[in-house]
């Protein structure tokens, strides 16, 4: 049966930089996310289901960039974020530390590569009792201008930890990878289509006297398109639809969940 519901999000972020030298900078900065849920009439879900998964994230970052390295800029990163959710806080809140080396790579003929690994520990905050996890991480993005109005771009990034709907389960890596075009029609329109595929895992469970039973791991499928307007040199209308199709060994658990999406940011379109 469908389930309808509306996803929420106000977010904001920024990034100072110090210059030492010509060739090395310090870097500091921050953000922060408000997700919320509602569910429609007729949705099989429970709002008390979406609820759950009401949270304020946060984050503050520190680093050092060495940018005089030809073409590649590398940054190591070290990071803390929060996690703070409205209802089961006692089971959900936590705080991550992640330790990042970023490399950045731009040639003349309008490539551009950005890749990222480290390490990220995840523990419970506030007492709740989500329990410890840790990882590597991963993540890159290739960007390619065969034209001044059309890039292609191919994307992964590997175990980022996400949510759980499951109440044995809190989190679950995700592991994806995809790519697609990306078309500009003059200089106020932008168009992008993708595809991506991957699978989550479910390692991260609470402790309890009967533990639960392994959970398989699901694939994902992705696609979906989005189109951008620039209404001024900074506000652009995102408007948006995406499909993710899983695909699980446990057959109750196969769905497909579409998306739509809208919103304002304010940005500006990258110049080729």
Request: glycine share 10%; hydrophobic share 35%; proline share 6%.
């Amino acid at each position: 049966s469908a389930s309808r519901s509306i996803q929420r999000q106000t977010s904001g972020a920024g990034m100072l930089a110090l210059e030492i030298t010509r060739a090395v900078s310090l870097l500091g900065g921050g953000g922060a996310r408000r997700t919320r849920y509602d569910s429609l009439p007729g949705s099989s879900i429970p709002i008390s289901s979406l609820a759950d998964q009401d949270r304020t994230e946060s984050s503050l970052f520190a680093g050092v960039r060495h940018s005089r390295l030809g073409p590649l800029v590398m940054t190591l990163i070290a990071a803390n974020g929060r996690a703070e959710f409205v209802n089961k806080a006692s089971q959900r809140d936590n705080e991550t530390r992640s330790y990042l080396a970023n490399v950045l790579v731009s040639s003349r003929q309008r490539i551009f590569v950005n890749t990222t690994g480290g390490y990220r520990q995840g523990r419970s905050l506030n007492g709740s009792d989500l329990p410890d996890f840790n990882s590597p991480v991963a993540s890159a993005f290739v960007s390619w201008f065969p034209s001044s109005s059309l890039e292609l771009q191919a994307w992964g990034y590997y175990r980022n930890a996400s949510y759980s709907l499951d109440r044995n389960y809190p989190l679950f890596y995700e592991s994806l990878y995809g790519g697609g075009p990306v078309v500009r029609f003059g200089p106020r329109i932008r168009v992008q289509l993708y595809a991506s595929s991957g699978r989550n895992d479910y390692s991260v469970k609470f402790a309890g006297v009967d533990p639960p039973p392994p959970q398989a791991s699901n694939r994902l499928t992705t696609y979906g398109g989005l189109m951008s307007v620039l209404f001024s040199r900074a506000i652009v209308l995102n408007v948006g639809a995406s499909a993710d199709r899983y695909r699980s060994p446990v057959p109750a658990q196969n769905r497909k969940v579409v998306r739509l999406l809208t919103g304002f940011s304010i940005e500006g379109f990258p110049t080729p």
